[in-house]
């Protein structure tokens, strides 16, 4: 993936202050990855539904990386609080909580606020408003990092139309400086 984004670089003209992943499950464990040993190529992440390493001693980013963690409290196959997938080559992973401080604490960013009110309705699976934001509010320009919590969500919720606009709104408002 590294060699992949460069190579887009060699070709087109990128933004090297706007290169962001979006990853589902193994492919929120993949953004995480590259945000652990690529930090230099991209700007933040999205995961939904994916880790990072338990052992912190497992990621070492050279430098800050936006994370933006999406994650429904009712996932069976990648639990909220944590734990393991049963599949060859999966090692266990932390809590979505510990995950996001993991987070924070690279960034060298403190003071998360959660807004206990449901303000995004980023799933069809769950009526109405169903997400809950927390979010960092000291964060350096380049080290956002912010969790939205699916209430009742699932490991593979049925997106709403809101979904993608505001991930990819997200992730644009926090380029690297």
């Known amino acids: ?16 202050k706007r290169v962001h992943l979006i990853g589902h499950s193994n492919g929120g464990f993949m953004a995480y990855r590259m945000a652990c040993q690529s930090a230099d190529l991209i700007a933040g992440i999205a995961s939904l539904a994916g880790m990072t390493f338990l052992n912190p001693s497992n990621c070492a980013p050279s430098q800050s990386v936006n994370v933006l963690h999406i994650h429904g409290t009712a996932d069976p196959l990648v639990p909220y609080g944590g734990g393991a997938v049963t599949m060859p080559n999966m090692p266990a992973f932390p809590g979505v909580l510990q995950d996001v401080q993991t987070w924070a604490t690279y960034n060298g960013a403190s003071g998360p606020e959660t807004d206990p009110a449901r303000s995004l309705d980023l799933t069809t699976d769950v009526a109405g408003l169903d997400t809950i934001i927390t979010r960092y509010t000291n964060s350096p320009p380049e080290g956002a990092v912010e969790l939205w919590t699916i209430i009742g969500g699932s490991h593979s919720p049925t997106l709403s139309t809101q979904f993608s606009p505001l991930v990819i709104n997200w992730l644009l408002t926090n380029p690297k400086p």
């Open 1 to 16: 993936l590294r060699a992949l984004i460069q190579e887009i670089e060699r070709q087109f003209a990128v933004d090297r």
